[in-house]
């Protein structure tokens, strides 16, 4: 089982930049594939951006594409959710998961099966 601690989040101006992160512990790191997804009030969980153990593999949600970056640092245990040119939309809560077979990349939100504690994050127009 892996345990899994977000940071990161907060507001910002459209535009903007933030970083998340979600630092793993219990079992090893790279036995996982990780994803970040988001949830906005009244909305399904959306999926956002996912990677594979060894970072070769990524896939975007369509409306995040060419504005994040998913990322992962296997020495820190660390996977990282870089999101530029924020917009209000993309107002939300947004959780990382990770995967038990670590080479698939999937938006499948069903398929993680551990998950960070959710963090806020709201961009002003």
């Known amino acids: 089982q892996v345990q899994l601690v977000q940071s990161g989040g907060g507001l910002v101006q459209a535009g903007g930049s933030l970083r998340l992160s979600c630092a793993a512990s219990?079992?090893?790191?790279?036995?996982?594939?990780m994803g970040w997804f988001r949830q906005a009030p009244g909305k399904e969980r959306e999926f956002v951006a996912a990677i594979s153990w060894s970072g070769r593999s990524t896939q975007y949600g369509d409306s995040v594409k060419g504005r994040f970056t998913i990322s992962r640092d296997n020495g820190q245990n660390t996977v990282y959710l870089q999101m530029n040119s924020l917009k209000p939309e993309d107002t939300a809560v947004y959780y990382c998961?990770?995967?038990?077979?670590?080479?698939?990349?999937?938006?499948?939100?069903?398929?993680?099966?551990?998950w960070g504690q959710g963090t806020q994050v709201t961009v002003s127009s």
């Open positions: 998961a990770a995967h038990d077979q670590s080479t698939v990349v999937t938006a499948s939100v069903m398929t993680y099966a551990y």
């Open positions: 219990g079992r090893t790191f790279t036995r996982y594939s």
